[in-house]
């Protein structure tokens, strides 16, 4: 059972920037693509970026291209987003998940284990 948590959420101003981090425990993290998802209030959960297990290969939603970064560290089985150019309306909880194989799927579906969740919030 793999145990995800994320770290780095908070308050930043429309503009800044922000880290965050998934944290993997407890089972196979490095031979699995991860991603990450975010969901606002009233609204679904949606894709933001994924990375393949060896981070050779990307994927983002085309609203967070050329602002936000995916990144990973096997070593640490660590994930990272890091998150440029905030905007208000990028205001969510954010969350990592390991994926179900190597590719890096972009549906919630191709995902097998979840984090909880850490918040963001953009203000004006």
């Known amino acids: 059972q793999v145990q995800l948590v994320e770290s780095g959420g908070g308050l930043v101003q429309a503009g800044g920037s922000l880290r965050l981090s998934c944290a993997a425990s407890?089972?196979?993290?490095?031979?699995?693509?991860t991603g990450w998802f975010r969901q606002a209030p009233g609204k679904e959960r949606e894709f933001v970026a994924a990375i393949t297990w060896s981070g050779g290969s990307t994927e983002f939603a085309d609203s967070m291209q050329g602002r936000f970064t995916i990144s990973r560290d096997n070593v640490k089985n660590t994930m990272y987003l890091q998150m440029n150019g905030l905007k208000p309306e990028d205001t969510a909880v954010y969350y990592c998940?390991?994926?179900?194989?190597?590719?890096?799927?972009?549906?919630?579906?191709?995902?097998?284990?979840w984090g909880q969740g850490t918040q963001v919030t953009v203000s004006s």
């Open positions: 407890g089972g196979t993290f490095s031979t699995y693509a």
């Open positions: 998940a390991r994926a179900r194989g190597t590719d890096a799927p972009v549906s919630t579906a191709g995902y097998a284990y």
